[in-house]
């Protein structure tokens, strides 16, 4: 399969592109600094796009069929960097979009509880940005992964993702590995699930 993966030299997007090479997919790896992608493959296509500008990811992001995204804000940006970059892979128009947001913000804050919705709104201008960008995807038809806080543990051998009704109920969310993450939103590319809908990633 040929995937596109958003954010590639990012601590999710380059473990994204990790395992997709080892799976034997194709990648094209966009990021604003393509250099910082530091794996090969013959399989691997660097391009580089910043979401602040739009026409850089409408050419990086072109006849993309299957888009996977580990964007998160960076230190520095600006409030609105998710929502752009939410809208240039959506007017790409791909068959598929796989993108990571955040547990307990937007559509599964009720599941999340009041304590870490309360956590959640210190982010300010962010936490809107992220609630922006995820009802993007979602309105199109694309599959948003809510994940709680991120570790660089190992990849679980029981991992599994669940639907927001099925979301364990907990003062705070689990953490859960990056590389549980992306081999999660990898399985949803190769099968994708029902479109327009949040999955929740599980370690066991």
Known sequence: MELTILAASGA??????????????????????PERVTVDSPRLIRVKADVHDPDSMSSA??????ILSGLGIAGGDDPGAL???????????????????????????PAAGVLTRNLLRMLGPQLADKVAADTIVLDAGGIVFHAGPLSNGALS?????????????????????????????????????EPGTIRIPLQR
């Open 83 to 109: 929502a752009a970059g939410a809208r240039s892979v959506i007017a790409a128009r791909p068959r598929l979009v796989v993108w990571l947001g955040a547990y307990g913000t937007g559509r599964s804050a």
């Open 157 to 193: 051998a029981t991992r599994r993702a669940v639907g927001l009704d099925r979301a364990p109920r907990r003062p705070f969310p689990a953490r859960v590995s990056r590389a549980t993450v992306a081999a999660l939103m990898l399985d949803e590319a190769e099968n994708p699930g």
């Open 61 to 66: 992001l072109a006849g993309s069929s299957v």
């Open 12 to 33: 999710t997007g380059l473990e994204l592109t990790r395992q997709a090479l080892d799976r034997g997919h194709t990648v094209t790896a966009i990021a604003r600094t």
